[in-house]
């Protein structure tokens, strides 16, 4: 895999969600806000992906909501291999805020409200077949937030308590990213008031 970076090249988001080709339809590069152009040979960078920590508190402790994918998305995109994830989307043209919120509406959720965790990984996404780096967030929903609603991607959902959600999980990025929404948010005596997006 070989990047060619212009000298003025960042990690910015490409124009829409589900647009991954360059400005003029190309697959050359794609030209963001500020101008600056990332090409590729081969596989896309997308830096605007994003997961989310949807947490509850029972007695006083998290608990984490973790989705399984459904076979039928495990057959399609992972080779039927089925996994505990969290929700997870593309930022796009939205804000942080806004795309979070719309991520956690699929599920019939809202979150009262959202952190940055400190903490950003990257994969190879099989399914869109490209690099993607992601930034990690927590969510708080009410204690009595309802079970949420499932799509054909998820055929199970369970509330976790730190433990047996790191547990569940085998993704390295899940398992850091637990582990930094742990410390900065869920664990924190008080999470720091610079990192509350809403």
């Not at 995109?77 to 043209?93: A, I, L, N, T, Y």
């Not at 967030?137 to 976790?160: I, K």
Request: glycine share 8%; charged share 25%; proline share 4%.
């Amino acid at each position: 895999m070989r990047f060619a970076l212009s000298p003025t090249t960042s990690c910015l988001p490409p124009r829409s969600r589900h647009d991954l080709r360059g400005p003029e339809g190309t697959e050359s590069g794609s030209r963001h806000r500020l101008g600056a152009v990332v090409q590729s040979v081969g596989m896309k960078l997308r830096a605007d992906g994003f997961d989310v920590w949807v947490f509850r508190r029972k007695a006083g402790a998290a608990q984490y909501l973790l989705l399984r994918a459904s076979q039928e998305k495990a057959d399609r995109w992972f080779g039927g291999g089925q996994f505990w994830q969290v929700p997870s989307d593309f930022v796009g043209e939205q804000s942080v805020v806004e795309a979070i919120r719309g991520e956690l509406e699929r599920f019939g959720l809202e979150a009262q409200t959202i952190w940055a965790a400190e903490h950003c990984y990257t994969i190879y996404n099989r399914r869109y077949e490209d690099i993607v780096h992601l930034a990690v967030f927590a969510a708080e929903v009410g204690s009595s937030a309802e079970d949420p609603t499932l799509g054909t991607e998820h055929s199970e959902f369970a509330w976790l308590d730190a433990r047996e959600t790191s547990q569940r999980v085998v993704f390295r990025g899940l398992k850091d990213g637990l582990r930094w929404v742990r410390e900065y948010v869920t664990e924190a005596e008080t999470p720091p008031a610079e990192l509350r997006l809403l």
